[in-house]
């Protein structure tokens, strides 16, 4: 059985063809960042059709499509996702897709299908009660219990980013305060850099930037950053390192998870380092000792989240 899976992101989406065990073909679009919801559409159907054609497929040999979509997700719904043009207000996105491309479609959490991945064949393999933690424009998470994924009971269930860890703390981009996200999410700490420069702090963070060719500050762009000494960013980074410490730590204290899964672009560009410096801050702040948990880099990459969701769909 093949399926297509979708994950759609603030940045980019990735399509990925599936049989189970391995990706047959990929493409990669960015995601429209003006227009509205239908825009995002179209791209997701093309995203399909062209994903198809690099695996040479015809409709006739997929089953299903799976989409990632960040927000709240229920029943094929989805909305609250305000880093995507048209998806804060809740509409019926596996219908809308479904129209599109004229196959059956099921719709997870973008970081709950990226925790189905590496459940199934990535680092949470072996563990069935475990977290995945993704970093990147902003935090998300989504959690696996019991060997299956718990979504809650209005697909709420997962949203690691919003723990609030601070309170009064700093503004978050969903409006409240303290949150991780406002302090380990990139595009937060873009901004606390904007006003740390403003205020006079020195940093070539936007200097590397502009070296790179970027629009904005990107996970590479960190990543450079970091390795040319910035003092600036290594302390947001610092920061970064001990809110998401803290919110795993709170997770697992909770839950009695045996596993931690992060990933995200900047995680990812990062490397074993950050996560190995996360899981040192948060062993701190495990009630059960010695520590069953471990935190681990995800294994499965850019794909990650379209894996998951093609595995989603093929579950249906």
Not at 25 to 46: M, Q, Y
Not at 299 to 307: E, P
């Amino acid at each position: 059985m093949i399926t297509i899976g979708l994950d759609l992101g603030g940045t980019n989406v990735t399509a990925i063809a599936h049989d189970g065990a391995k990706v047959l073909a990929s493409t990669k679009h960015r995601t429209p960042t003006t227009g509205g919801r239908s825009d995002v559409l179209d791209l997701l159907a093309r995203a399909v059709d062209e994903t198809m054609d690099a695996a040479g497929l015809k409709r006739k040999h997929v089953a299903a499509v799976g989409v990632g979509s960040p927000g709240i997700v229920t029943d094929g719904t989805v909305g609250n996702a305000s880093n995507v043009p048209g998806f804060q207000s809740r509409f019926a996105l596996d219908e809308e897709v479904a129209a599109r491309t004229g196959l059956p479609v099921r719709v997870a959490n973008d970081v709950t299908a990226a925790a189905v991945g590496e459940h199934r064949l990535g680092s949470g393999r072996g563990e069935d009660d475990l977290l995945a933690v993704f970093v990147g424009t902003g935090v998300g998470g989504g959690l696996i219990l019991g060997g299956r994924p718990f979504e809650g009971g209005t697909g709420g269930a997962g949203e690691f980013g919003h723990l609030v860890v601070r309170q009064g703390g700093a503004v978050c981009p969903c409006g409240r305060r303290g949150c991780v996200e406002a302090y380990a999410g990139r595009r937060a700490m873009v901004l606390a850099a904007e006003r740390a420069v403003a205020g006079g702090r020195a940093s070539i963070l936007f200097e590397v930037m502009r070296e790179k060719g970027k629009p904005r500050p990107t996970s590479g762009v960190f990543r450079d950053t970091l390795q040319r000494g910035d003092a600036l960013l290594t302390e947001l980074l610092e920061d970064a390192v001990a809110t998401l410490a803290a919110g795993i730590a709170t997770a697992v204290n909770l839950l009695d998870l045996g596993r931690v899964v992060v990933g995200g672009g900047l995680a990812d560009k990062l490397g074993a380092p950050f996560v190995a410096r996360i899981e040192a801050a948060a062993q701190r702040s495990l009630f059960l000792q010695p520590p069953r948990a471990r935190i681990v880099p995800a294994a499965l990459g850019d794909h990650g989240g379209a894996i998951g969701a093609a595995l989603v769909a093929r579950d249906d």
